[in-house]
């Protein structure tokens, strides 16, 4: 909790202690006062929140009960018994709101991303791209062209005291997008606004000579650009960019400059059009009249040949003017979760400057299966258990799932020429992935994430992910990946030698 809500709390818990002894009430008559300044405080240092709704009304039930107790003789007077009954109910109330007050924001926090481990800070910028070569075919206007907004995160100098940047630059917009796609209310989302990272707008790059590998991340579906906040820091802090890319018709919303947005389409529409690329059916899926016989997929492939493009310009003059020469192309990698991985593995057969592929939790694409990855790749996953218990505590995970999941993944890494990593980390659900165990830390208990828990499943998923393109981009050798360290959290690894 942020700083301000907790002192509230500490004030709530002090004045309900004095108002509950007699003693302390003669004593402290004047401390229950006391957390309506510090409400006041909250609310203007720090913002509303709706998780803080019962420590409000905790506030004005104590300041409430204390007023009557400033009469002493006609509380103790003729009115005593009443009194002291409806004091002993107000009582129990205002400590079961109280304790709810507690619970509530800690179960739904404004939280904090962990230090990274790497020895950079972090950095970050915003851009626009519109791709003139290509139609939006996410909006009704045939005029529209492609358009993308790409957040770049970069190794800098630690900076401590520096403003955080947000962890989601478009939270009023993103937040009301993922209530929309889930079913739940917006306001349960909204807090997103609150949530800073370990990263500080536009600071100047680490080094000033410095050239720096370059990764794409690409979200799943619904996600958002920043959806993987806690692997991408860790890279960045280890001496790679970082380029997080929202795409039309994967994020939940992409917000752009004035405020327009396309937000995504109802999964029922959505999901055969990017399923089109893993089980390929006869029917030709239509979107909007649109025929797309290989789906989507190759359309989300092409977001990151026009990106690599992109970020070739800004290494000859970042408009941001901080990334110039900085930049090394020529050690390029992507990686994304669930459809993003999808995506990641058609980007490296379609484009050979991407040097390496990260694939995590999803099914490779039927062209990527029969050609075999062209590029190093590591594939990254749950044991089929895994995924039961998943489907039991959370639901989802059919057994075709399942078999199309893990038979994929392993279909391409067996014909994976230039070297492959198969890695299956047990007790690991689908949104451990994600950021999500830092949005939920209850997460675990009510079976959304798994029993690994969210911390070490970070840290798990970060050691594989920094030994991958490490060992690919920078050619240092990784005890992780060679066998010559314990696997962590009883992962299973295969390596598939290079062929050519």
């Known amino acids: 909790m942020r ?5 509230l709390l500490a004030a709530n818990a002090a004045a309900l202690l004095v108002l509950a002894v007699t003693r302390l009430r003669r004593s402290l008559k004047w401390l229950p006062l006391i957390p309506i300044l510090v409400a006041v405080a909250q609310l203007l ?18 300041v409430s009960a204390w007023l009557p107790l400033q009469n002493a003789k006609r509380w103790f007077g003729r009115y005593r018994q009443t009194a002291v009954i409806t004091r002993i109910a107000g009582l129990m109330s205002g400590t079961l709101i109280f304790l709810a007050s507690v619970v509530l924001p800690a179960a739904v926090p404004v939280f904090h991303f962990a230090a990274p481990t790497g020895p950079y800070g972090i950095g970050t910028t915003i851009h626009h791209w519109v791709d003139p070569t290509r139609p939006e075919p996410f909006t009704t ?3 529209d062209h492609r358009e993308l907004m790409a957040q770049l995160w970069y190794p800098a100098a630690p900076n401590p005291g520096a403003a955080r940047a947000p962890y989601i630059a478009d939270a009023d917009a993103v937040a009301p997008a993922l209530a929309a796609m889930t079913g739940l209310p917006s306001f349960l989302f909204s807090h997103f606004r609150y949530v800073t990272t370990n990263a500080v707008a536009g600071i100047p790059v680490a080094e000033a ?23 991408i820091e860790e890279l960045v802090s280890h001496g790679y960019v970082v380029v997080g890319l929202d795409q039309p018709g994967v994020v939940a ?25 893993i089980e390929p059916q006869p029917a030709t899926p239509v979107l909007d009249g649109t025929p797309w016989p290989a789906g989507l997929v190759p359309l989300f492939a092409q977001d990151v040949r026009f990106a690599l493009d992109r ?11 901080v990334l110039t020469g900085h930049l090394d192309l020529a050690r390029a990698g992507v990686f994304g979760v669930s459809l993003g991985g ?20 999803d099914p490779a694409p039927a062209d990527v299966v029969a050609a075999g990855p062209h590029e190093p790749t590591m594939f990254l ?11 039991r505590r959370s639901g989802g995970w059919s057994e075709h799932d399942i078999a199309m999941t893990l038979g994929t993944m392993r279909a391409a890494y067996s014909k994976a020429t230039a070297g492959a990593y198969y890695v299956e980390i047990p007790n690991l659900f689908h949104v451990n992935f994600t950021d999500l165990p830092y949005w939920l830390p209850a997460s675990k208990q009510l079976g959304l994430t798994g029993p690994i828990g969210g911390h070490r499943g970070f840290a798990v998923v970060n050691a594989y992910t920094l030994a991958f393109f490490d060992q690919v981009l920078r050619d240092r050798s990784s005890p992780l990946l060679a066998g010559a360290s314990p696997p962590p959290a009883g992962t299973t690894l295969q390596v598939r030698k290079p062929s050519r």
């Open 209 to 231: 000579t410095g050239e720096y590998p370059v990764l794409v991340f690409l979200s799943g579906l619904y996600g958002f650009r920043s959806v993987n906040t806690f692997q």
């Open 311 to 321: 970020l070739r310009d800004i290494d000859a003059a970042d408009p941001h003017g």
């Open 253 to 277: 919303t992409v917000r752009f400059p004035g405020g327009r947005q396309i937000r995504n389409l109802p999964f029922d529409v959505i999901d055969p059009l990017v399923d089109q690329s």
């Open 342 to 361: 999808r995506v990641a593995a058609e980007s490296c057969l379609c484009d050979a400057r991407l040097k390496a592929c990260l694939v995590m939790d």
């Open 141 to 143: 206007d045939p005029a």
């Open 381 to 391: 996953t749950r044991d089929a258990e895994t995924m039961r218990l998943e489907r």
């Open 3 to 7: 700083p301000f809500e907790t002192a």
């Open 45 to 62: 240092v720090e913002g509303f929140r709706w998780q803080l709704a019962p420590a409000y009304v905790v506030t004005l039930a104590l």
